[in-house]
């Protein structure tokens, strides 16, 4: 089958090998095989690239998400044919991922059977999955309410722009969305997505400016993607009570150098974090989610789409920060 392997790490991404003559997965009991037909980027793949995500064996196609057709249920509640996403549960990382043709992935970690809105097609679905679902996730775990402000930090990634049109939708209504950039030019695509107020950021200290934008309060809940160097700022942006939740790390720095708990959590404040690998594909709102991209009532941005076999061009593209939404690749 044809594929993307990543043959060792750390390489660029040029260095990713498209190939016709991939060993194809075949049928498997608890796990649906699928004829892919589109993927999402994610910046853990960037990572598994770059030689930071331990425990992987190589060679390995990459690819923590994809959508497609299932070929094979292996026994679960599918039929072939049925139109379905999968994300998490080890692709790309313990087996062989999204960037291929087919892929094997097991039955907890797909989707039910989704009916594309009319119009809808491959690379717009492609984008909602991994993105929206973390987005959603992390969203539904901060308990996030009509009643809260919210500061997303990191407004310009996919999962930032994803957080802020869902914080804004019938699901969550939430009062005020602050979003940052670090890009004057990227502030339209923020605002678009329905950020209240866009903070550009190009000193990683911006809890004065949430604080007067709040009316000195501080936001109630945050979504941290940036990571550690901006962790200690964004508890300095929270209210009192207010909770960020640590989601992502862009900036490439795992640890905080300055994070003095004590100090950034007083007086009561709280800290935690979420995985995509928790979210229940099973009970997921994905089909109300696909359903308000098409409708108009989630807003999708999607930066770039390529082709499967330009991959590596793909990785590069969101590897300069080039990228202010989802890239995606077809494989037809």
């Given at each position: 089958?044809?594929?993307?392997?990543?043959?060792?790490?750390?390489?660029?991404?040029?260095?990713?090998?498209?190939?016709?003559?991939?060993?194809?997965?075949?049928?498997?009991a608890?796990?649906?095989?699928?004829?892919?037909?589109a993927?999402g980027?994610n910046?853990?793949?960037?990572?598994?690239?770059?030689?930071?995500?331990?425990?992987i064996?190589?060679?390995?196609?990459?690819?923590?998400?994809?959508?497609?057709?299932?070929?094979?249920a292996?026994?679960?509640?599918?039929?072939e044919?049925?139109?379905?996403?999968?994300m998490?549960?080890?692709?790309?990382?313990?087996?062989?991922?999204?960037?291929?043709?087919?892929?094997?992935?097991?039955?907890?970690?797909?989707?039910p059977?989704?009916?594309?809105?009319?119009?809808?097609?491959?690379?717009?679905?492609?984008?909602i999955?991994?993105?929206?679902?973390?987005?959603?996730?992390?969203?539904?775990?901060?308990?996030?309410?009509?009643?809260?402000?919210?500061?997303?930090?990191?407004?310009?990634t996919?999962?930032?722009?994803?957080?802020?049109?869902?914080?804004?939708s019938?699901?969550?209504?939430?009062?005020?969305?602050?979003?940052?950039?670090?890009?004057?030019?990227?502030?339209?695509?923020?605002?678009?997505?329905?950020?209240?107020?866009?903070?550009?950021?190009?000193?990683?200290?911006?809890?004065?400016?949430?604080?007067?934008?709040?009316?000195?309060?501080?936001?109630?809940?945050?979504?941290?993607?940036?990571?550690?160097?901006?962790?200690?700022?964004?508890?300095?942006?929270?209210?009192?009570?207010?909770?960020?939740?640590?989601?992502?790390?862009?900036?490439?720095e795992?640890t905080?150098?300055?994070?003095?708990?004590?100090?950034?959590?007083?007086?009561?404040?709280?800290?935690?974090?979420?995985?995509?690998?928790?979210?229940?594909?099973?009970?997921?709102?994905?089909?109300?989610?696909?359903?308000?991209v098409?409708?108009?009532?989630?807003?999708?941005?999607?930066?770039r789409?390529?082709?499967?076999?330009?991959a590596?061009?793909?990785?590069?593209?969101?590897e300069?920060?080039?990228?202010?939404?989802?890239?995606?690749?077809?494989?037809?």
């Open positions: 089958m044809r594929a993307v392997v990543c043959p060792r790490v750390p390489i660029s991404p040029s260095d990713l090998v498209y190939t016709t003559t991939h060993p194809a997965p075949g049928p498997r608890g796990y649906v095989l699928i004829r892919v037909r993927f980027l910046r853990s793949e960037l990572f598994t690239r770059q030689g930071h995500s331990p425990g064996k190589f060679p390995r196609v990459l690819g923590i998400e994809c959508v497609g057709e299932v070929k094979d292996g026994g679960g509640r599918w039929k044919g049925d139109v379905v996403a999968a998490m549960g080890g692709m790309g990382r313990q087996f062989d991922g999204g960037y291929a043709e087919y892929t094997s992935v097991p039955q907890g970690s797909v989707s059977p989704i009916k594309l809105p009319k119009g809808m097609g491959w690379d717009t679905f492609a984008a999955p991994e993105t929206f679902l973390t987005a959603w996730g992390t969203l539904h775990d901060l308990k996030l309410s009509s009643k809260d402000s919210l500061l997303i930090r990191g407004g310009t996919s999962v930032g722009l994803a957080c802020i049109t869902l914080a804004k019938s699901l969550f209504n939430c009062r005020q969305v602050i979003a940052t950039t670090r890009s004057q030019k990227k502030v339209l695509a923020v605002s678009t997505n329905g950020a209240d107020e866009v903070i550009v950021d190009t000193s990683g200290s911006i809890a004065d400016e949430v604080k007067k934008l709040t009316g000195g309060k501080g936001v109630d809940k945050c979504v941290e993607l940036v990571g550690g160097p901006t962790l200690p700022d964004s508890c300095a942006s929270l209210a009192p009570d207010g909770t960020v939740s640590m989601i992502g790390c862009v900036s490439g795992w905080c150098k300055n994070f003095d708990p004590m100090a950034c959590l007083a007086p009561r404040k709280h800290l935690t974090m979420f995985s995509s690998g928790t979210v229940d594909t099973s009970t997921a709102p994905l089909q109300w989610i696909v359903d308000g098409a409708n108009g009532e989630i807003k999708l941005e999607i930066d789409v390529f082709k499967m076999e330009d590596g061009e793909a990785q590069q593209h969101m300069a920060n080039h990228a202010a939404g989802k890239v995606v690749c077809v494989v037809d």
